[in-house]
Each structure stands twice: as C-alpha cells, then as structure tokens.
C-alpha cells in the first residue's frame, strides 16, 4: 500500500504530519516495510462454498415460538433468578401434619416453580384451543374434521379459564367474589 501524498499546503502539511504518525516518517525502513511486502504478495484464490441455510417450517417455528410464549408466562426467568423452591409446605394446626403446598398464596410477586408451569401451561392450553377454533373454521376441511376442532377448541379455552380463575381464587383469597 503506498503512502498517501503530502499535501503542498502550508497549513494542511503539518497538521496531516501530526495525525498520521507512519507515512509522516522520514525513515526509508518504514517506507520499504510499507511498500515492500504487499508488492509481491497476493492474497490466495479460495473456492469456498457457503452454506445454504434453509428455512425451517411452519411447524417447526409455531413449536419453537410456542415454546418460547410457555417459558415466558410460566416465569422461567423469575425461576431462574429468584430459585424459589418447587413445591412449599404448610403445617396443619389441628393435626400437625405437613402438607404439600403448591400455590404460595397471598404473594402475588412471588411463586413456587410447580406453580408457574401449571399457570403457563394453562395459558399455551388456551392459546392451543384459539388456533384450535381458527382450524375448524377453514371450508376445504371435513365437516366432523372442523367439529372436532370447534369442539377441541372451545372445551380447552373453557378449561384453561376455569383453571385459571381457580388459580387466582387459590393464590388470592377473597378476591373474584
């Protein structure tokens, strides 16, 4: 690579020798070391071939997105962070025994992991019965094929709602009445 020229300006020749430190050198080494490797070299002629990337399908991006919507209403980053335990306990007062608690009630910012799986996958449950219900409304589909969708889908967007207000009324006592 050559050095750049100097410019014949008085005011613009010392403030480029200021600025570029290597071709403003009077050293002939330090041209030769410039100029001399790169006259001679050329850089090798690769044949490479690129990948060829293809499209994952449809299917592949609703499991992966899915997937994606389920760890992120079911608190998975929460869990991580927070390490909460999965399951908690509570001594009965008449007997004494130990049960198993499964919702950490009275703490609406708080959870225990079993917790928020069962709530997301209530969730991904009534989102599955929306597309569900989009399925069965398609023409070129069997009449008991679309049935069986509506059915499908309505019965779990239904179960996921009631699940998930009895999940409210366990964590929140007192609050849907």
Do not use: C
Request: hydrophobic letters at 45%; glycine letters at 8%; aromatic letters at 8%.
């Amino acid at each position: 690579m050559p050095p750049k020229p100097e410019s014949l300006h008085p005011g613009t020749a010392t403030a480029t020798a200021h600025s570029d430190h290597s071709s403003g050198s009077i050293d002939p080494i330090v041209h030769l070391l410039q100029i001399l490797p790169y006259s001679f070299l050329r850089p090798p002629r690769l044949r490479l071939k690129l990948p060829t990337l293809t499209l994952p399908s449809p299917m592949t991006v609703f499991a992966l997105v899915l997937l994606t919507y389920f760890m992120v209403v079911s608190g998975f980053v929460y869990d991580v962070i927070v390490e909460p335990p999965g399951i908690g306990s509570t001594q009965d007062p008449r007997t004494g025994a130990v049960r198993p608690v499964v919702f950490l009630p009275g703490r609406v910012n708080g959870q225990y992991i079993i917790e928020g799986l069962s709530s997301g996958f209530m969730f991904v449950l009534g989102g599955v019965g929306i597309v569900l219900m989009d399925l069965a409304l398609d023409r070129n589909r069997a009449k008991s094929v679309k049935v069986s969708y509506a059915t499908a889908g309505i019965s779990s967007v239904v179960l996921a709602y009631v699940m998930s207000m009895l999940f409210i009324r366990i964590k929140i006592p007192g609050y849907l009445h």
